[in-house]
């Protein structure tokens, strides 16, 4: 292929290999679209340093209950998408019914978990409050200063790292085209986008075109200045340990609380691996792990879990969640002619990849959005200007 060559027309075009393009792929090739994902490294992306928490309940924030039913109805999905994409692939995902303990360490954070079980009850979710004993009776590890805490059975995980890899693995097997290529730019015929032009110089041309770029998405050039989406990177930082083989797990189910006002959250694998996660940091598209933001985790999780010291470090890690104006996801068509978006995920990313396939999948084929969708609809933020990298 020449530097300026073009290289047929796919129905679908989907800008971003992370979980949520590789997602929209796939349900799209399995409508009988012809598909094709653009992105250097697919499988890669934020979701490679996602703890991969399914925390519905425990992640309800107020003023989020139009989010919360959108939650709900992705995490309803996951038995039976996971299932379906094991059987597709042969890969172990990782998931776990495994549920979440959120713990309080002192009175203001078991006045705040009070609160917080109050306003989920409101909103018809269940969830038990327990009293520090009975939170160390179900993880003996837990600091004996544990004041309380919220078991939420419904909440589980999946590990994204194996999520991401069998998601591109389904693609393959489905028929998705993958094209290791940065896109460069965003094609366009009168008001109406026909493609992209990849690094090399490549023209893909395309019947629908689904930005699906996480972070990156409002930096793509070619697409008009009012229909850039409005996604901001947040900056997340994580650590990652590993148990002695020959010893029992530090944690049963999902572990989470306010530090010092900070949120942590431990994670712990079949495989013996513990996640602790995350810092939100709003630095722009840095992707430094610092000393600080490492030390602040393992602090914070000693404090929960003083165990945690005595397992090995593993791997320390950043990636930058793509977040909206509203911290809720823009799915489904844009103002612009042939450009559809999948981005804005935020912290939910991970929780709601089988909704957004689904939903994606839909309005390819059929047009329309799902009823459940509408409000997450990009059109909600045309009047707001992308953040744009500040120069050097």
């Not at 366009?188 to 026909?194: E, Q, S, V, W, Y």
């Not at 991970?350 to 957004?356: H, I």
Request: overall charge negative.
């Amino acid at each position: 292929m020449s530097s300026t060559g073009t290289s047929g027309t796919s129905d679908v075009l989907v800008i971003g290999g992370g979980i949520i393009g590789l997602v929209t792929a796939w349900r799209a090739a399995q409508r009988g679209l012809a598909t094709t994902v653009v992105d250097p490294e697919p499988g890669g992306g934020a979701a490679r340093v996602a703890a991969g928490m399914l925390a519905a309940v425990t992640e309800l924030h107020y003023g989020e209950q139009t989010l919360l039913a959108l939650n709900l109805a992705s995490a309803r999905r996951y038995p039976e998408f996971t299932t379906e994409l094991t059987d597709a692939t042969g890969e172990d995902l990782g998931y776990r019914r495994c549920g979440t303990l959120a713990v309080a360490l002192d009175a203001d954070d078991r006045a705040h978990l009070r609160e917080l079980h109050a306003f989920q009850e409101q909103c018809g979710l269940r969830s038990e409050w327990l009293s520090g004993r009975d939170c160390r009776r179900l993880e003996p590890m837990l600091a004996p200063g544990v004041r309380g805490g919220l078991r939420v059975d419904g909440d589980h995980q999946v590990d994204p790292r194996r999520l991401a890899r069998a998601l591109v693995t389904a693609c393959e097997r489905a028929g998705v085209v993958l094209r290791r290529q940065r896109a460069e730019r965003i094609t366009l015929a009168g008001d109406r986008a026909t493609g992209v032009v990849t690094a090399d110089g490549t023209r893909l041309a395309a019947g629908q075109t689904v930005l699906a770029a996480g972070s990156l998405c409002g930096r793509l050039a070619g697409i008009p200045d009012d229909v850039l989406p409005p996604v901001r990177p947040v900056k997340g930082q994580v650590v990652r340990l590993t148990m002695p083989g020959d010893r029992p797990p530090l944690l049963h189910r999902n572990v989470r609380a306010v530090v010092r006002g900070n949120h942590v959250y431990l994670v712990p694998r079949e495989n013996g691996e513990l996640v602790i996660g995350a810092t939100s940091e709003e630095t722009g598209w840095d992707t430094t792990v610092t000393a600080g933001g490492v030390y602040e985790l393992l602090r914070d999780a000693h404090e929960l879990v003083p165990g945690v010291t005595e397992l090995a470090l593993a791997e320390t890690g950043a990636g930058l969640r793509p977040g909206s104006p509203d911290n809720a996801p823009m799915l489904g068509p844009s103002t612009l002619d042939g450009l559809l978006l999948a981005t804005g995920h935020y912290r939910n990313g991970v929780l709601l990849t089988p909704l957004t396939g689904d939903a994606m999948a839909h309005v390819l084929t059929t047009g329309d959005l799902p009823q459940e969708v509408r409000p997450f609809t990009p059109r909600r933020f045309a009047a707001v200007p992308a953040l744009t990298e500040p120069s050097a």
